[in-house]
């Protein structure tokens, strides 16, 4: 891990000694995040607003897998200044949970491992759209990494990614919820967990009506696509706050919501003022290099990280500036 310059303590008159120290990184300056209220905070209970990219499905076979290494994390920690990243680890079948539940998990760990050496947040995501219809895989996935990393305080369980428009909030999205929070709770009693809501994430304003209740550190999760989402959904979010629940933009794209089109400036700045301003934490969608608006790099782009900024797409470049100066403070502690 890298190091501050050597602060020096004056030992009599003349004689001084510098000692190393470890660099404040995230984890290190926020320490284990809480909800309080309508935000998530730091140890000191001040609001955290942290920026990072979010990778694309992990699912075997599907190309995007290649970038889940450690040489990834490291340069979006050390170019990017990102504090957090997240693991979209695909929950179905075609290469995913349901099919290659081995080769996922790996996946998931070393991103995991590469951003706790960084000393950088991780969203593990469960990335389904249908996540109700096997609740026991989603239990036994997060029970695993619950077990494993529990006890660190930079791991957000992100425990189902976009529930579909005609996926009911009362009836099936927050009975699942609550099941696979009890599981996780009876093993990690404190780390954020973050809960999809209707309609791709974007139906906050239904689960601010209905929210979970009796258990601590439950957020909700938000995701939009600025090309196609606009104030409409910034009212819901701002409605969601205002009745007191606590919001994580897991996913959000600079094209439209179908990963593609052209970056929207426009939009983009607006909801980047409408998340500064309610101090939220986001993760942009995605650190890929599939042929379409949203991937963060160029097709064929190699999977070490050893990457230029000649490598990333113009969504790339943009959420670059985005991410490296969302906050004023140096993860890397570098001088």
């Known amino acids: 891990m890298p190091t501050k310059s050597l602060p020096c303590v004056l030992l009599g008159t003349a004689l001084s000694i510098c000692l190393p120290t470890l660099a404040d990184t995230a984890v290190e300056h926020y320490g284990q995040l809480a909800v309080k209220g309508n935000q998530i905070v730091d140890r000191q209970a001040q609001p955290v607003s942290l920026a990072g990219p979010s990778l694309f499905w992990s699912n075997t076979g599907w190309g995007a897998d290649k970038y889940y ?80 990393y529990g006890a660190q305080p930079n791991i957000i369980y992100e425990i189902y990614n976009e529930p579909l428009a005609d996926t009911d909030w009362a009836s099936v999205i927050k009975p699942y919820a609550e099941e696979v929070i009890a599981a996780i709770r009876a093993i990690d009693p404190d780390n954020l967990i973050i809960v999809g809501t209707q309609t791709w994430s974007q139906d906050v304003d239904k689960a601010a009506d209905d929210p979970i209740t009796g258990i601590d550190n439950i957020a909700y999760t938000l995701h939009f696509y600025a090309g196609t989402h606009k104030a409409e959904l910034r009212q819901k979010a701002q409605y969601a706050l205002d009745k007191g629940i606590a919001l994580m933009v897991t996913e959000w794209g600079t094209v439209d919501a179908n990963g593609d089109g052209a970056v929207d400036r426009q939009s983009t700045q607006k909801w980047l003022d409408f998340i500064k301003r309610n101090q939220l934490s986001h993760a942009n969608w995605a650190l890929n290099d599939k042929i379409e608006g949203a991937s963060m790099l160029k097709n064929g782009t190699a999977a070490d990280g050893a990457w230029s900024d000649d490598d990333l797409t113009e969504s790339g470049l943009y959420v670059k500036s985005i991410v490296k100066n969302w906050s004023d403070i140096d993860y890397s502690g570098d001088e």
């Open 69 to 148: 290494n450690a040489e990834v994390v490291n340069y979006i920690q050390e170019q990017w200044n990102a504090p957090i990243i997240r693991a979209a680890i695909g929950a179905g079948k075609n290469g995913g949970m349901l099919t290659h539940p081995e080769e996922n998990i790996a996946k998931a760990e070393a991103v995991i491992d590469a951003a706790t050496d960084q000393g950088m947040y991780v969203i593990l995501d469960w990335h389904a759209h249908h996540a109700e219809d096997h609740p026991k895989d989603a239990i036994a996935f997060f029970q695993h990494f619950a077990r494993k």
